[in-house]
């Protein structure tokens, strides 16, 4: 099984720029999630989603947008980028609402400039 | 709110010493503690997780335990060893709403272990 894989590993953004941050499982998780990592400040929830066809705002969510159309895939969309989303994304997946441990991508690397 | 904290949030030990790491939690409805290792470039992995009707767990050199009354638990590492060295990350189970849940995290511990 691949698990959790994310596309790409690193993109360069320009300020007002729009891209997708692909996320894909193939352990039929019903939960996904989407995180950012800064330096100092952990991992802070974006999105997340119990299910196809139901999404929830997490932690940071502003500049941000998800969707589950299908059980394996949660991509990320940033609408207008900006400086202050330059960070580290991970994806993660679990068989129920964060209730096991989740699985998660190898990341992408994102920088606005 | 939902809020984990995570101490310290370096750690140096020499090879062979043990190493603890804290975390503390606000609600006490959590029920699910898991934490995760995560080496430089690569995602978090989890190593070790304990529920709220659990006290102690281990898994070989690792082991968390839970003080629900104080709501905060533990990640114990025994026997350290250079591979041990990364970043470490508590995180705790809150209700999100309704019937959804969500995993918040500490900030992390960079642990180093020194030949």
């Known amino acids: 099984n691949a698990g959790v894989t994310q596309t790409p590993k690193f993109q360069v953004l320009k300020t007002g720029q729009s891209m997708t941050l692909q996320c894909a499982q193939d352990m039929n998780h019903e939960y996904m999630s989407w995180y950012r990592q800064d330096p100092g400040m952990g991992l802070r929830l974006i999105h997340y989603s119990v299910g196809a066809g139901i999404t929830d705002q997490g932690e940071v969510p502003n500049g941000y947008n998800v969707s589950r159309s299908t059980t394996e895939d949660f991509p990320l969309r940033l609408l207008s980028a900006a400086p202050s989303q330059t960070s580290v994304y991970f994806c993660?997946?679990?068989?129920?609402?964060?209730?096991?441990?989740?699985?998660f991508g190898s990341g992408t690397r994102l920088t606005v400039v | 709110g939902e809020n984990v904290e995570q101490h310290p949030s370096t750690l140096s030990v020499q090879e062979g010493d043990s190493a603890v790491i804290k975390c503390t939690y606000s609600?006490?409805?959590?029920?699910?503690f898991p934490w995760y290792k995560q080496e430089l470039g690569k995602g978090p992995q989890l190593i070790i997780d304990?529920?709220?009707?659990?006290g102690e767990k281990k898994d070989q050199r690792i082991a968390v335990t839970l003080n629900k009354t104080a709501k905060h638990f533990s990640l114990h590492i025994t026997e350290t060893q250079p591979e041990d060295s990364a970043v470490y990350f508590c995180?705790?189970?809150?209700?999100?709403?309704?019937?959804?849940?969500?995993?918040?995290f500490g900030k992390g511990t960079l642990l180093t272990v020194n030949p």
């Open positions: 995180a705790a189970r809150f209700r999100s709403g309704g019937s959804n849940y969500k995993l918040t």
């Open positions: 304990i529920r709220s009707n659990v």
């Open positions: 609600d006490s409805a959590s029920n699910y």
């Open positions: 993660a997946s679990s068989r129920e609402t964060a209730n096991y441990g989740y699985t």
